[in-house]
């Protein structure tokens, strides 16, 4: 076969597997349209049997909205429900134009000739088949991929669809559920969950995807070999400059007069004090009368005492310590409580212990001179006569007085020993029988576990024994040392790593518990240590690591232990309590029995100015012993003046959060556009599952939506790449003018012709719009 010369066209197109290489050029593909009818073949022309090419219109549109097709057929009727197939370049191709089924066959003749039939055929692509079935399952922390994948496999998969085109590892839904839902609206509530996108392609391969990773169309440019009736428009009338979105909301728990700065809520985690944050206020059973409220603070609540003089620990423990091995090194302090079954007083007073390693003290001991007022007998047992000589050494201790076993060896915390004395000799005083003791200086105890000194004697170089002497000097000076205890051996190192814990009063009546709350090393908040099921027990022995203390000390009294009877009776002005410390001094709202009290101020041991009667104040008598705590409440509303509390606040009515965000640039442009008012065009969005964060990025996805210009592009192309949901470049310079990213929404594909080589037109309709608002909501990294 003579070869193509230079610049000369493929005299026939070519497809791998189809046609012998060599007798054609490879990547060259014909334009021409072939079309199947539930498998069979029909051709294009004015025949009978074919297709007329100029009524072939192909519509794509965005994501999941199903794809259409029509044309009509010359001698030849369908069935309606047929398959349709349509590709390029040959009937082999892999690649099609289209694909879906014939669902509305009209039949008709042209002319006065009903022989001659004719029949328009309109499609719709595979998507149709999703509604078939309906699903119902839950999902709990699977990625949405999997989900897909699933729901594709139970309920399409029988109609020969696959999910082999899901982009993996998508993100995670914690929980998602469907009801009796077609297949189309389960996927599409999945891509929108992850701010993604989903369709059906014609092979009947299900794509969910983030990101388009396809090939994008030729950008439009001044070269652009196809590209004609180019059009831009621009529309302001949707411009958005402030939005408000309302949220999450909570019922006040108490009628609230106009002018209060406090309102008391059933809950108040879903509030945050912040610039672009109020609240409305919905009156029960109506939306009429709402109020928009500033406020600056918000008290989470729950901290309180109990009502009357309460009682509480009054000494605290006694603490020794041990030798061993478990608590930190450090200072650790404790104290406990009394806990009764409706709750804890707060903690008693604090002791405190030094854990860790007992130092080598620093040097030996110094002999300084003999004693000869005092006289000792001697010991021959241990060579203590005069004559010989001794060497001391000295140990640092816990403990005072060092408390001696049956062989004389001391049970104490001793540390390791001091380098020994020179030996000294024993002497005799003068016209005295006996032995004369010495004065020795200790060491300077610098060691912050230790607090005392023992010395130890050698009588030469024979055993070390204990001296039966002691300092209660840390650091001591001047110290006379006498002689010898039999048996014993000079400590080896040791550490303070245990701890006793005595002295830990019994309740009073109605005490059933004692908890002992320890410090971490160093620190100075007391933590759970243990809990001592009997108001019995008053000592404990500590050695748990830092690492197991439990739950912080309580900070206010729910014991509903007190010293005495009585109780506040209604329309009392002030509430005697065990403790005001969890109470904020420039007033507040507290919870008692099933009183909604209003205070605003208080004492050293009062919660005072409530009001006689009306609202916040005390409605029934309160009995001593009954736990008072703090309301969950909104602070810092204006007393008067914007955003103040106009009318009463009844108790139930709901509070919502409501987010503000604005557009300032818009703002001034819409405002230089009008020549007058300050630019704001609102929109309130309401949603009230939405958290703080959820309800920002609502409202900033709605400004993404709505901005100052929405502008779309229309053109026409033979770029065969074209489709809707793909990005397209926009790059025409003067006079045009036009520059951007668009993306496609809608491609109508006609003006197919009989020739393979000239595609077909693709009529585009491209938006500035580009994400829709589940992305917007993605690509800012908040949930929906």
Known sequence: MATLT??????????????????????????????????????????????????LT?????????????????????????EVVITRGSKNAAGRLYAGFALTVQQLYVGDRPANVQADVRCVDYTWQFGFVLVTRQYRSQSASAIAADLVTRYAAANGFTSTAVVPNLPVLDEITFTNEPLDAALTRIARRIGGYWFVDYQKSIHLFLEDATSAPEPLTPTHKSLRAFQNSADRTQVLTRVYVEGRGSASLATVAAGDTIIPLAAVDMFT??????????????EGGAQHLTFTGVTPGGTGSIVGPGVTPASAPSVTAKTGAGINAGTHQYAYTWGTATGETPPSPVAAVVAGAIVTPVAAPVFVDYRYDVVLAPDPATGFVAGATVRYAVTYSTTYKVPLTSNGQ??????????????????????QVGIAPMYVNGPVLPDPVATYMHFWVSVSGGPWYYANNYTGNPNAGLVMVT???????LPAANAIGQATVAGIAVGPTGTT????????????ALQLLRTIADNVTTSVVDAAADATLGVAAPGSDTSGLVATPGQITAGSTSIRVAGTGPFPPEGSWVLSGNNRIRYTSLTGIALTGIPATGPGSILNSIPYGTPITLAPCLTGIPASGARAITTPIAAGDEIYLVVQRDDSARQATVADMVNSGPGIREEWVQDRRLSITEARARAQATLQLRPLEDVTVTYVCRDVRTAAGKTITVNLPAPTNV??????????????????TQNPTYTVTASSRRFNFEDWLRRMDTSV
């Not at 002689?483 to 051996?489: K, L, M, V």
């Not at 668009?742 to 109508?748: E, L």
């Open 273 to 286: 004090a912040a610039s672009d944050v109020f609240v409305k206020v919905s009156p029960v059973g109506s």
């Open 513 to 524: 518990t004692r908890k002992v709350y320890r410090t971490a090393a160093n620190a100075t």
């Open 410 to 431: 001391p049970v104490s915390a001793l540390g390791p020993p001091s380098a020994p004395i020179t030996a000294i000799q024993i002497t005799t005083p003068d016209s």
């Open 739 to 756: 520059w951007g990213t668009f993306k496609i929404q809608s491609v109508t594909i006609n003006n197919f012709r009989p020739h393979p």
């Open 58 to 82: 192909i519509t794509d549109e965005l994501d999941d909205t199903p794809n259409t097709c029509g044309f009509r057929l010359n001698g030849l009727v369908p069935a309606a429900g047929a």
């Open 483 to 489: 002689g010898p205890n039999t048996g014993g051996t």
């Open 6 to 55: 230079a610049g000369e066209k493929a005299r026939m197109y070519a497809l791998g597997k189809i046609m012998r290489g060599g007798a054609s050029r490879g990547g060259y593909v014909s334009s021409a349209v072939f079309i199947t009818i539930d498998g069979v073949q029909v051709g294009w022309s004015a025949t009978p049997g074919r297709v007329l090419l100029d009524t």
